[in-house]
């Protein structure tokens, strides 16, 4: 398949106080969510000075991308489009028409199958088409790659950095936990998001010549009414806290590429102060995005893809997530 771009697409986030609300509203439009949530989510973002890492990360990533197409080809050159803050997916598909671009392949900054963050970014993408009209490139987006063996060697390297934190004679023995974004459960029903989170731990644990590693999850939101995946990472936090069996404790963000918002509030802030109070010592490993080899992934997806008769390299027992996502999966069931 020939392709004469490729576009980075990914979440996006605020770089100052004043583009937190904003940023906030284009996240939550349409969705039924009370503004004093939205308010108490934006005081996360004032902790840090309204400013989000994940732009300057995904700057760096893309920078990252370009040396190793400069380097290796194949030579094409590299778009951004967010999906709630500058630059805008819409903005980027005009210019991108502009500049002539027929066929381009989609990146996104998400290595599981749902809806947000697969199905959401095929619609933000088509509606950016929409948007830039007659004569809008056509996209393909690549596929899921939470067990391409790339992205699961990235995930060891950073977990095993993480290790490196603590004494060699305790590293056996400190709790790993991987920690994902919840949804709710009528979604994860629709999806195949918890089935490969648990298939990328496992792989990573196993990478680490280890086993029984559990997977948690953070970032809930929604009325307390409505069931989301579980358990919650400080309810776990609580729990070996009370076995007093584990005094070192890895937290392993394996469900996020960037260490955004979510990754630096949720578990740097909220669940740093909770193992304090349970006399944990805790390290959090770094997401995978920072790790070099990433880059590297990302470009042997896109080989992939252009190459006839290309293997698609996958490790773990579901196999290669398909390149067309079949029709009715990851919807929006709320």
Not at 17 to 41: Q, S
Not at 245 to 262: A, L, N, T, W, Y
């Amino acid at each position: 398949m020939n392709y004469d771009a490729i576009l980075w697409v990914s979440f996006g986030g605020p770089e100052k106080e004043e583009d937190v609300i904003p940023f906030l509203e284009n996240v939550l439009r349409g969705k039924n969510v009370p503004r004093e949530r939205m308010l108490a989510v934006a005081e996360h973002y004032y902790h840090f000075g309204g400013r989000s890492p994940i732009n300057q990360q995904n700057r760096e990533l893309i920078r990252a991308l370009e040396a190793e197409l400069a380097a290796h080809g194949p030579h094409l050159p590299v778009y951004w489009g967010n999906r709630n803050w500058h630059p805008l997916l819409t903005d980027t598909m005009a210019k991108m028409k502009a500049d002539g671009v027929r066929h381009a392949l989609a990146f996104a900054t998400a290595a599981y199958s749902s809806y947000s963050s697969c199905r959401q970014y095929l619609e933000n993408i088509e509606n950016a088409r929409a948007a830039a009209g007659e004569g809008a490139p056509v996209i393909d987006k690549i596929r899921p790659f939470y067990n391409h063996p790339g992205y699961i060697a990235a995930m060891t390297e950073q977990v095993q950095q993480a290790l490196a934190q603590f004494p060699a004679e305790g590293r056996s023995s400190a709790h790993i936990v991987y920690t994902a974004h919840s949804i709710p459960l009528r979604m994860a029903e629709n999806c195949q998001y918890a089935q490969q989170l648990l298939e990328a731990s496992s792989l990573v644990s196993v990478a680490l010549g280890r086993s029984g590693d559990p997977l948690v999850y953070q970032s809930r939101s929604g009325p307390p009414t409505q069931p989301w995946l579980c358990p919650d990472i400080l309810e776990h936090l609580r729990e070996i806290g009370r076995a007093a069996q584990v005094r070192d404790v890895v937290i392993v963000p394996i469900g996020f590429v960037s260490d955004h918002i979510e990754v630096l509030y949720d578990l740097d802030t909220e669940a740093r102060q909770l193992c304090a109070e349970l006399g944990l010592n805790m390290v959090r490993a770094a997401a995978v995005g920072t790790n070099p080899s990433f880059a590297r992934m990302v470009r042997e997806l896109i080989l992939e893809r252009m190459e006839e008769n290309s293997g698609r390299p996958c490790v773990g027992n579901i196999g290669p997530w398909p390149d067309v996502c079949p029709a009715g999966c990851c919807l929006a069931r709320l």
